[in-house]
């Protein structure tokens, strides 16, 4: 896909630079024919829009070139390179012009062949106008920055033609720093131009964040389902295509096979939806809730004060507690029997997965637990914690109040 916009914006390219060329010698033999300093000035300045639209066609070919070790983003920079370079071109053209006028300022203009030089800045504007549209449609679909700073320089080609033709009428007539004073006046918006370029193209090579695809990304985000938050969105230019990044929040009940395919449907629907986008790598984290559930094997079955398990599997229940950790509160609780406290092999295995399936805990406080059931409650993001004290309150509590230790390893077998 990334290709074959490139291709496109590469033949878009090549027909304006064919078409940019001849224009800019009918200008300069149209000018000397007809001895006018005017139309010899904006033949120069359509060969300024030449060498732009050459610079910006080598930028997307290096920009076409596939990644590799050293460049393992690809060479999409290169396309910004050249809209520098692009703009630099147009500005040293518009000094020139501007010095160029005030030296035929106060000289009595004389054309030749009026006939001719009017013909040939009537065409130009046509043409100019025609370049301008049909480069700015292509610029939208490849998203090339140095291709829309081109059809924008065309445009005010249309308008400057525009000036030149009225500016040779005047100068017909015998009318004094009419072609003078166009000339500058085309200077000026040549200059314009060049100096809006130049600070664009900075800002992509210094990796700005582009706010426009940061407002789509975020209204993406915004509508997809299956994150409680996010954070840490960064998105930088790199030619006519964008790279970013951002860190999700998933509930911790999700595995990590279910988070990776989160992660992964968001990538592809951002990209999806803002097609701008080349890559964006997406981080999962799991949502710190600030209430949580809680589970707590136990040996008895005495609501919060039913005495610690010694042992994860084997414990007699748990006591599901639903835990307010901003007020450092039990906010409710239920005791749910072991339906896995008689099996003999993996029992560890089943009773993790039933407790993460039936009640989507957030954390387990415990004495001891397997390897088993460790990796099994890791995998799908629960946390493990030591449990402080005898009973099923005072470890839920002290877990609340941020004191409970948590488990980087299985403590024994179970």
């Known amino acids: 896909?990334?290709?074959?916009?490139?291709?496109?914006?590469?033949?878009?390219?090549?027909?304006?630079?064919?078409?940019?060329?001849?224009?800019s010698l009918a200008k300069f033999f149209a000018g000397v024919i007809s001895n006018t300093s005017l139309l010899v000035a904006d033949a120069l300045h359509s060969f300024v829009d030449f060498s732009a639209v050459l610079t910006a066609y080598i930028g997307l070919s290096i920009a076409s070139l596939p990644a590799s070790k050293k460049f393992p983003y690809g060479y999409y920079k290169a396309e910004s390179l050249a809209a520098l370079f692009v703009s630099l071109f147009i500005l040293f053209a518009g000094i020139e012009l501007v010095l160029h006028a005030v030296e035929k300022l106060f000289a009595v203009p004389s054309i030749a062949h009026p006939e001719i030089a009017l013909s040939v800045a009537l065409l130009s504007g046509t043409v100019s106008l025609f370049l301008s549209r049909y480069q700015e449609k292509a610029a939208k679909l490849v998203n090339s920055q140095a291709m829309e700073a081109s059809a924008k320089e065309m445009l005010m080609d249309f308008f400057s033609s525009l000036l030149v033709f009225f500016a040779l009428i005047f100068s017909w007539f015998k009318i004094p720093y009419t072609e003078s004073a166009g000339t500058i006046i085309i200077a000026l918006i040549v200059t314009k131009i060049a100096l809006e370029n130049v600070y664009q193209a900075i800002l992509a090579l210094m990796d700005i964040s582009p706010k426009e695809l940061e407002r789509n990304v975020l209204k993406v985000l915004g509508e997809f389902s299956g994150i409680e938050g996010f954070a840490n969105l960064k998105l930088r230019k790199a030619g006519p295509f964008a790279f970013g990044e951002i860190t999700i929040k998933v509930r911790k009940h999700l595995n990590v096979e279910e988070a990776h395919e989160i992660s992964d449907v968001l990538e592809e629907r951002i990209k999806e939806?803002?097609?701008?986008?080349?890559?964006?790598?997406?981080?999962?984290?799991?949502?710190?809730?600030?209430?949580?559930?809680?589970?707590?094997?136990?040996?008895?079955?005495?609501?919060?004060?039913?005495?610690?398990?010694?042992?994860?599997?084997?414990?007699?229940?748990?006591?599901?507690?639903?835990?307010?950790?901003?007020?450092?509160?039990?906010?409710?609780?239920e005791y749910a029997k072991n339906p896995h406290l008689g099996k003999k092999v993996r029992a560890g295995l089943a009773t993790a997965k039933w407790l993460v399936r039936n009640y989507r805990i957030n954390a387990v406080l415990t004495k001891e637990m397997g390897e088993i059931a460790y990796s099994t409650l890791k995998s799908s993001l629960v946390d493990v914690y030591l449990a402080k004290g005898k009973n099923a309150k005072q470890a839920l509590l002290a877990f609340a109040s941020g004191y409970a230790k948590k488990f980087t390893k299985p403590k024994q077998k179970e």
């Open 273 to 333: 939806e803002v097609p701008e986008i080349e890559k964006i790598t997406v981080h999962v984290e799991p949502y710190e809730e600030s209430r949580q559930i809680i589970a707590v094997p136990v040996s008895e079955d005495k609501g919060l004060n039913s005495a610690i398990s010694k042992h994860f599997a084997r414990a007699k229940g748990f006591v599901i507690a639903f835990v307010d950790l901003s007020n450092k509160k039990i906010i409710s609780w």
């Open 1 to 23: 896909m990334v290709k074959k916009k490139l291709e496109e914006g590469r033949r878009v390219l090549r027909n304006v630079l064919m078409i940019l060329l001849l224009l």
